[in-house]
């Protein structure tokens, strides 16, 4: 019992270790208010991906287009690639407006993941809570509707954004091939569950 | 496609007698059809985008159902209807569905192969009504089922004097839609098992 005590709290101790210390990043005083993205931002665009995703073990694709309307608006749509809708939601500010979904998928578990990683893409400006440095790495602790999200920014390319509990990574936005404002590559893994949606650029 | 809204609204219903020999001159053509093979461009329209989306492809045909979609830019992608089987290659990445169990893919593979042939005036499943413009012929399907209707609203298959359907138009619900436009038709022209291999 004598020996099992400190080892128990060792254990304790590195699972209790921040996320950013984890990652090798120190917290610095930012002078930063917010961290912007701006992969959705332009309202002249229209935003249109192939997307596959693996959800549960099985794999389908489709089109995912996403419109920004107004300040803090857009619309998120899937269809399939014949151009029947799967779903189609409007975000605006905080209200969620499901305008249809397929009715074989209208389940009110499936439709809040979709709505909050969807909330976690196209939101532009992410309030800083804290600011960590790794070298010329910059980690961002914001929050989405109260749940927390690191953001990490490389040479003022935001390029992760991980939402984090108790320290561990729950889902990852991973934003990749980064060409003049646009993601052409994106992916958002769940950790959770055995959910995976990658969208390439059409 | 300025133009092909503007023609859209030109149009007249068909009296009884001008709809019954429509519908003689596609089913005496769909008849002696083989098979088809066709290019085909296609336009997403979501009322909220700056513009439609346009995806591009091949078509093949071999009756008496089976049809091969395939979407080669700027996505690859196929589809291909064969009995009772939907077969998809997403780039590479194979999978199949089973449509028996499936009421809504069984009108949406009849609604697709109708769309090639024509001929479909006879389905249970839709109410129907014949329109004339200066293009040709402009017939609409009506789905009866509420389910299905949820997501097709009216189906529009346009002919040209021929009788061979030169567009077909899916329009949702919303008045979003889908419009499909062919081109490049070749009919009874030989054409192998192999296209037809998921």
Redesign the interface.
């Known amino acids: 019992m004598r020996y099992l005590l400190p080892s128990f709290l060792i254990v304790l101790l590195i699972s209790c270790s921040s996320y950013p210390k984890k990652h090798g990043f120190v917290k610095v005083e930012s002078p930063l208010q917010q961290v912007k993205n701006p992969y959705f931002s332009d309202v002249?665009?229209?935003y249109?991906y192939?997307a596959?995703i693996e959800a549960f073990g099985k794999?389908?694709?489709g089109?995912f287009?996403v419109?920004k309307?107004a300040a803090n608006q857009h619309?998120v749509?899937f269809?399939t690639?014949?151009?029947?809708?799967i779903f189609?939601f409007s975000f605006h500010g905080d209200e969620f407006k499901i305008?249809?979904v397929?009715?074989q998928l209208d389940k009110k578990i499936l439709i809040n993941i979709l709505k909050t990683d969807f909330q976690v893409l196209t939101t532009e400006e992410l309030r800083i809570r804290k600011e960590f440095k790794n070298n010329s790495n910059s980690l961002y602790e914001t929050s989405i509707d109260s749940k927390k999200y690191y953001s990490h920014v490389t040479e003022n390319e935001l390029q992760q954004i991980v939402r984090v509990k108790n320290t561990k990574e729950k889902v990852e936005f991973l934003f990749s091939e980064i060409n003049d404002n646009i993601a052409e590559h994106i992916q958002v893994i769940h950790q959770n569950f055995k959910l995976k949606i990658t969208l390439k650029a059409? | 496609m300025l133009l092909m809204v503007t023609t859209t609204y030109a149009q007249t219903e068909l009296t009884a007698a001008e709809a019954t020999a429509m519908k003689a001159k596609v089913k005496a053509l769909s008849e002696q059809t083989e098979t088809i093979t066709a290019d085909f461009v296609?336009y997403?329209h979501?009322d909220?985008?700056?513009?439609d989306?346009k995806?591009e492809g091949k078509l093949a045909f071999k009756a008496p159902n089976w049809v091969k979609?395939e979407?080669v830019k700027?996505?690859a992608?196929a589809?291909l209807f064969k009995n009772e089987t939907l077969f998809?290659n997403?780039?590479g990445?194979k999978?199949d569905m089973d449509m028996g169990s499936n009421s809504i893919f069984k009108q949406l593979n009849q609604l697709i192969t109708a769309s090639i042939k024509g001929d479909m005036f006879d389905a249970e499943e839709f109410d129907v009504t014949y329109f004339k413009n200066d293009k040709g012929y402009i017939v609409h399907f009506k789905p009866k089922n509420d389910?299905f209707a949820?997501?097709i609203k009216t189906f529009e298959i346009t002919f040209n004097d021929l009788g061979e359907v030169i567009a077909v138009k899916?329009l949702?619900p919303?008045e979003?839609y889908?419009q499909i436009i062919f081109s490049n038709r070749k009919t009874n022209q030989k054409l192998s098992d192999a296209v037809f291999t998921p």
């Open positions: 002249s665009k229209d249109v192939k596959a794999n389908f694709g089109i287009i419109k309307l619309r749509v269809t690639e014949m151009g029947n809708k189609d305008n249809y397929l009715p059409l | 296609q997403k979501l909220f985008l700056s513009n989306i995806s979609w979407y700027p996505f992608y589809v998809i997403d780039d990445n999978s389910q949820t997501f899916m949702e919303s979003d889908t």
